[in-house]
């Protein structure tokens, strides 16, 4: 127990960027976290509706073993608060999800979403500027005609770099329910949209029209069963994707089938087991996030107890099950008085597909290595991470004697809590949200 790394083969060091605020407000808690394709820029949106992006330095030549750290790149407010006259509803600025699409030029393009509209936002850079034009004077104001006397070429000025972020496309009025998910597909051409019924196809190009590619809403809503919480689109096969649902069920759809994908190529559940059947099996049944690996032939789901991994080729049960806290099976009637056992937790796969990581109370973020089965629990807080120093694993105490490393159930704060976490696509660094903190950990560079 002397070192982390004989539970995972990644150690990681507290954070090179800490985007905080001493006195925060509802606004700075950090909803979403996402890497871009590469892992040189990393997104995260907040519930005042603000975008921060960061960029990796580039290694120094000085020290060229020294990995880059990140630095707030751009930051631009993505959407802002609405009130839907029609319904009497306030609409929220709460960014919900945001997906990069691939770098296809020198700009970056990336989708951000609250509860009713998504937009389509450009991030690119500028450090020259045109001067000498011939109808406008160098502050803009148009010049008058009589004083033209000679024709001026402009001419492009250098100027400090700035980074300007533009929305190009935004894409509303299609969802009377709040958005959940958005995915972008491997054709690049077109993305989904999903509320609690229903799931929208999208062409990039096209904002005033979408095709409805799932609708459970039955005719009478007093016949509702259960809603769809989370979707993503296969990350090879662009006629693929899975939906979730409250229910603990996961489907598998193929758009070559129909247009209307009202009936599913694969169902994936698991038959629950009678003898630990309760008031909160349906609650904590229900799967708030739902991932591919890269490789695409497995699918993870995360519930409130657990991380699943599922074979795309085995219906019936998950492969491998992951307690992630199973110590608060005893606390969950407290859990639902504070109403924290409706926290919708993510997870999210590393590179190779071989770790995953997914959030809990305290501050606290488990991984789960899947080749030797060993696990890890760690915590991002300031009081516990002092930069270069390697993270302890932390452990809980249910009853008995308490070690002097261990920290009692009854003593977990479920005001901190870890719902968004991302891992860069190759590389082993890991992006965590500790409410209005943003903690990035790297392996340690010997």
Not at 352 to 376: A, L, Q
């Amino acid at each position: 127990m002397k070192c982390f790394s004989r539970y995972l083969p990644y150690i990681f060091r507290p954070p090179n960027t800490i985007l905080s605020c001493s006195c925060h407000t509802e606004a700075d808690i950090i909803s979403t976290v996402e890497f871009n394709h590469t892992g040189e820029l990393l997104a995260t949106g907040d519930k005042g509706g603000r975008v921060v992006i960061f960029q990796r330095e580039q290694e120094s030549k000085n020290q060229p073993h020294r990995r880059g750290e990140y630095n707030v790149y751009s930051t631009f407010q993505s959407h802002e608060p609405e009130f839907d006259y029609l319904k009497s509803l306030e609409i929220e600025e709460k960014i919900n999800k945001i997906r990069w699409l691939p770098q296809q030029n020198a700009a970056y393009f990336l989708l951000s979403t609250n509860d009713k509209t998504v937009k389509l936002w450009k991030v690119s850079e500028r450090d020259k500027r045109p001067e000498g034009y011939n109808l406008k004077d160098e502050d803009g104001r148009f010049r008058d005609p009589s004083m033209i006397t000679m024709l001026r070429v402009p001419v492009l000025r250098p100027m400090d770099l700035m980074v300007e972020a533009t929305p190009r496309r935004v894409f509303a009025n299609a969802h009377t329910y709040h958005i959940n998910s958005i995915s972008v597909n491997s054709d690049y051409e077109t993305y989904m949209s999903a509320d609690d019924l229903r799931i929208n196809l999208w062409n990039f190009e096209i904002t005033n029209q979408s095709f409805n590619i799932v609708d459970i809403k039955p005719a009478n809503m007093e016949e509702l069963t259960e809603v769809i919480t989370a979707a993503e689109f296969h990350p090879h096969h662009c006629n693929t994707f899975v939906y979730s649902s409250s229910k603990g069920t996961i489907r598998l759809c193929d758009m070559r089938a129909s247009a209307l994908c009202d009936r599913h190529s694969k169902f994936f559940e698991e038959p629950e087991d009678p003898s630990n059947r309760s008031f909160f099996s349906e609650i904590i049944s229900s799967i708030s996030d739902v991932k591919f690996s890269h490789s695409g032939r497995y699918i993870m789901t995360r519930d409130y107890l657990t991380v699943k991994v599922w074979d795309l080729n085995m219906e019936n049960r998950p492969i491998e099950t992951y307690q992630v806290h199973d110590y608060l099976r005893s606390k969950l009637c407290s859990l639902y008085e504070n109403d924290c056992i409706f926290d919708k937790f993510e997870c999210v796969w590393n590179g190779s597909d071989s770790v995953i990581m997914t959030g809990s109370y305290n501050n606290f973020f488990r991984m789960f290595d899947r080749n030797t089965k060993r696990d890890v629990t760690l915590e991002a807080s300031r009081e516990n991470s002092k930069p270069r120093a390697i993270l302890k694993p932390r452990k809980v105490c249910v009853g008995g004697k308490r070690k002097k490393d261990e920290i009692s159930v009854d003593s977990l704060d479920f005001s901190k809590k870890i719902l968004h976490t991302a891992w860069h696509p190759s590389e082993n660094i890991i992006a965590v949200a500790a409410t209005n903190n943003l903690y990035i950990f790297q392996d340690k560079v010997n």
